[in-house]
């Protein structure tokens, strides 16, 4: 039997991901791999199982430890939904990372999303001492590109043939925000 899909009304948080959270993890994207292909890479053999997260949350971990990026999933209603993830973190004069997010079909319209992004933008700020954060998504993804913009994120271009998803090249748009205060310069 499948736990009940939290409500819009369930609190939603964002922590630091753990290997226990492997089997849920997992679960979603097996269940969720035909709806998500759109959006994503082909994933190796093995990727919806617990144990291949398992060992993909061990280097992610790894990645935070040597201060590359800030792991995390979404919680609604005490379940795991989702994930977020802060990657590639660039110190020096640029201070930014990237965003990355996805939340599981049944928790999906429910705000959770923009929730999780309102939350790690405030772990990249204050937690990670970041200026910036970036975040692509493909032209046709628009409930992304209401997430980003409720979040203050704007479009600044687009990367044409970015990313092969499906057997064809995919346009992309990226998208900025400034933590540290003021409008990115135009």
């Known amino acids: 039997m499948s736990p009940t899909p939290p409500s819009a009304a369930a609190a939603t ?9 492997a089997p849920a993890l997992a679960a979603h ?6 709806d998500f292909a759109r959006w994503q890479p082909a994933r190796p053999q093995g990727f919806h199982t617990a144990e291949h997260q398992a060992a993909r949350i061990e280097q ?4 935070h430890r040597s201060g590359g990026g800030w792991p995390g999933v979404i919680v609604a209603g005490g379940a795991v939904v989702g994930q977020v993830t802060v990657s590639t973190i660039l110190r020096g004069p640029l201070q930014k990372g990237f965003l990355s997010y996805w939340v599981a079909t049944a928790a ?5 999303a ?15 001492g970041l200026h910036r954060a970036e975040a692509h998504t493909q032209l046709e993804n628009l409930a992304s590109h209401a997430v980003l913009r409720r979040n203050g994120f704007t479009p600044w271009g687009v990367a044409h043939a970015h ?3 499906g057997g064809a090249w995919r346009d992309e748009i990226f ?12």
């Open 163 to 165: 990313l092969h998803i």
């Open 108 to 112: 999906q319209g429910h705000g959770h």
């Open 114 to 128: 923009g929730r999780a992004v309102a939350q790690v933008l405030r772990v990249m700020k204050e937690e990670l």
């Open 175 to 186: 998208w900025e925000r400034n933590l540290t205060g003021g409008a990115p310069p135009r």
């Open 60 to 63: 992610l971990l790894a990645t």
């Open 29 to 34: 994207l097996e269940r969720d791999a035909e």
């Open 13 to 21: 948080s964002v922590r630091l991901i753990e290997v226990a959270d």
